[in-house]
T-cell receptor
Framework: AQRVTQPEKLLSVFKGAPVELKCNYS??????LFWYVQYSRQRLQLLLR??SRESIKGFTADLNKGETSFHLKKPFAQEEDSAMYYC???????????FGEGTQLTVNP | NAGVTQTPKFQVLKTGQSMTLQCAQD?????MYWYRQDPGMGLRLIYY???????DKGEVPNGYNVSRLNKREFSLRLESAAPSQTSVYFC?????????????FGPGTRLTVL
């Protein structure tokens, strides 16, 4: 069975500092990995997915199959980045998403 | 497009009461999902429907039932609510099962069971 682990429940950084939200997964096949973000009292929305190799709002994430990780990074955090971030995994040919526990990011002024 | 809508937004129940959470999507998506969100536990899948006419259990189906009424609507029913079902419930939809695509989420229903 697949599993997603986000080891940090809370992460606090200062504005302008680099930020990295960790995500590790376990799955025997070839997974699809995603990052979702949930701003205060809002619905979850997709931030990025590894197959797109895109940068959204300055965030990037690289799939490291050797380390089974998909860490989310941003070189200069902004206050508006404060939110709950969820890493999620889907089987390449499946429809179910498995979510991690989430990391609450706070960017202090 | 309204996307994914959920009703009600808030609900308070007493232990043993029943209720149905409604979800609808107007994006012609095949797959629909129900999750619950609890602090420190992320989102856990309750039930999902890969296509109209099919439903399957997720990680935490006990105490819930679902109905895929048509392609647009997917309801979640609590037959006898328990305090452990106090949570925020999210509905989501996805274009096609088996395709690496995104899930679109509704605004959530905040349920309290006393």
């Amino acid at each position: 069975a697949q599993r997603v682990t986000q080891p940090e429940k809370l992460l606090s950084v200062f504005k302008g500092a680099p930020v990295e939200l960790k995500c590790n997964y376990s799955y025997s096949g070839s997974p699809e990995l995603f990052w979702y973000v949930q701003y205060s009292r809002q619905r979850l929305q997709l931030l990025l997915r590894h197959i797109s190799r895109e940068s959204i709002k300055g965030f990037t994430a690289d799939l490291n199959k050797g380390e089974t990780s998909f860490h989310l990074k941003k070189p200069f955090a902004q206050e508006e980045d404060s939110a709950m971030y969820y890493c999620a995994l889907s089987k390449a040919s499946g429809s179910r998403l498995t979510f991690g526990e989430g990391t609450q990011l706070t960017v202090n002024p | 497009n309204a996307g994914v809508t959920q009703t009600p937004k808030f609900q308070v129940l007493k232990t043993g009461q029943s209720m149905t959470l409604q979800c609808a999507q107007d994006m012609n998506h095949n797959s629909m999902y129900w999750y619950r969100q609890d602090p420190g536990m992320g989102l856990r899948l309750i039930y999902y429907s890969a296509s109209e006419g099919t439903t399957d259990k997720g990680e935490v189906p006990n105490g819930y039932n679902v109905s895929r009424l048509n392609k647009r609507e997917f309801s979640l029913r609590l037959e006898s609510a328990a305090p452990s079902q106090t949570s925020v419930y999210f509905c989501a939809s996805r274009m096609q099962a088996g395709v690496a695509d995104t899930q679109y989420f509704g605004p959530g229903t905040r349920l309290t069971v006393l």
